[in-house]
């Protein structure tokens, strides 16, 4: 309320300087690093929510488009610094009072037809002459995953964004099953030094920009993954169409069961040694770390409450063990 009564009498925070937007560490005296602040405060957040809005296609890319753009990255660095120290979500609050759940819900969409359909006919063009900006619209699709899935986590959030649930529903689905299609593996890497750098030279000659396409791919789709997890948890207090797309029309129990089976966020090598996609980049798992269970997997395994709209409106409990479906 203070906030609003601030912005009423026509308090506008100006827009922070590249400096000011960098990541802050708080540091207690001794050399030991206490918590992350973030980029951004609560008044610059809602100015920067309040000024979101949609672009057509022929319009991505421009200045207005890739200012937008830097604001929905520290929007979704500031959303999940607060989540990870447990503070005031005020980028959530932010969002669900300006109705603009929504606006991120289309622009997501958007960003992947226009993966789909434009980057094919501009790849070469944008991989020799504006690689930079390239980059950042193929990235786009990943930053507004990433943003809804830590804003999606809040009931509040699910249902401000009813209306467009359905077309989420339906890109979550897309993407589990382009994790399903796809062979997810890192590239060969060799041991000798200089045979590794004549690589990352010839990657860096061939197509780099194709070998971001590919990553960026693999974490919007695991994005979608906790955002379909997400939906599920809030089916009690979702419209019912939302319960029959995911139940029924594409059956999402079964495709977290071949989810599991697969693991497309896994891969060991030849030699045996287990990587795993890990923020965007395919690590290297130790022996010890290799008996924990991966976060993807973890949003797989764990138990989620539905309530199926279709089926006399019981209520019913759903977990997927590693063994198959259990529904008690």
Partial sequence: RRLARRLESGHRPELQTEQAARMQVRNDGDGRVDDAVGPLNALEADRFVE????????????????????????????????????????????????????????????????????????????????????????????????????????????????????????????????????????????????????????EAEDDYLETQHKTISMSAALFALSIGRFLTEQLPRLPLTVSAKLLEEYDFLMLLVALLEKKPWEHRGADGTLRRFVQGQWLRVGEADARRMDKSEAQVEVRQSARHGCAFGEEVVVGVPRDGVKVV
Wanted: net charge negative; aromatic share 10%; with cysteine.
């Fill in 51 to 202: 000024e979101l809005r949609s672009f057509p296609f022929e319009q991505m890319g421009g200045a207005a488009w890739l200012q937008q753009h830097e604001w929905l990255t520290q929007l979704n660095v500031q959303a999940h610094v607060n989540a990870s120290q447990m503070r005031d979500e005020f980028v959530v609050e932010a969002l669900v009072l300006h109705e603009k759940v929504p606006l991120l819900v289309r622009e997501l969409i958007a960003s992947e037809l226009w993966k789909l359909n434009v980057y094919p006919l501009l790849k070469d063009f944008l991989s020799k002459e504006q690689s930079v900006k390239g980059y950042l619209l193929l990235y786009h699709e990943a930053v507004l995953a990433n943003l809804l899935e830590a804003v999606l986590f809040h009931a509040a959030a699910c249902e401000s964004a009813s209306d467009l649930l359905g077309e989420l529903c339906d890109y979550c689905h897309r993407k589990l099953i382009w994790l399903l299609q796809t062979e997810c593996a890192p590239p060969p890497r060799p041991t000798d030094k200089e045979a590794l750098k004549a690589q990352f030279l010839k």
